[in-house]
């Protein structure tokens, strides 16, 4: 079971990120970075880098998404023509694509509350058994300043490189170009 949603969080992250280098259109494109971001999310989380994981959903989707969304809306009106809605049609081709994705997202959701009620996973189960459980009076800053500063130091470099990266090209998409 755990096989099959760490095997659909790579395919969507490979597949969402593949779409966002080859689309032309950067709304759509912005999209499917948010997609990224969350499968990736999901991805650390089978990792057991559950820190990594909502702090990427927290300052890229939170935060650095948001913020090339707006530079994305400022930057130029031409690219906002393709968005419009044609009238006259309610359900068009993006709709449809959108109400699908919807629906999926949905029956998974649905899929997994059902089977979480059902059954506690097995990992769950063996940290119980093992006393592997978060208490509350546990000294847990530290214990995480103590991770976070050795074995996920990687990733958090990674991480501040690339949200350079992404400042530096939400300021280029907000940039005012000039008329010729």
């Not at 990792?47 to 939170?62: K, N, P, R, S």
């Not at 097995?122 to 300043?145: M, R």
């Not at 050795?150 to 991480?159: D, R, S």
Request: proline residues 3%.
């Amino acid at each position: 079971m755990e096989e099959l949603v760490f095997y659909a969080f790579a395919i969507l992250a490979v597949g969402s990120a593949l779409l966002v280098v080859n689309l032309k259109n950067t709304a759509r494109a912005l999209f499917l970075f948010f997609v990224t971001l969350f499968a990736m999310a999901g991805l650390f989380i089978f990792a057991l880098a559950d820190f990594v994981a909502i702090t990427q959903i927290m300052v890229y989707v939170g935060g650095v998404l948001i913020l090339m969304l707006f530079a994305f809306m400022l930057s130029n009106k031409e690219l906002l023509k393709a968005l419009q809605h044609i009238p006259g049609r309610f359900l068009t081709m993006p709709n449809w694509q959108s109400l699908l994705l919807a629906l999926g997202f949905f029956g998974v959701l649905l899929w997994g509350v059902v089977e979480w009620q059902q059954q506690t996973p097995d990992w769950i189960v063996q940290n119980i058994k093992q006393g592997n459980v978060i208490q509350p009076h546990d000294n847990n800053i530290q214990q995480l300043g103590l991770k976070f500063m050795t074995q996920y130091i990687l990733p958090f470099e990674v991480i501040s490189v690339f949200l350079l990266m992404v400042l530096i090209g939400a300021a280029h998409l907000s940039r005012k170009e000039e008329q010729k």
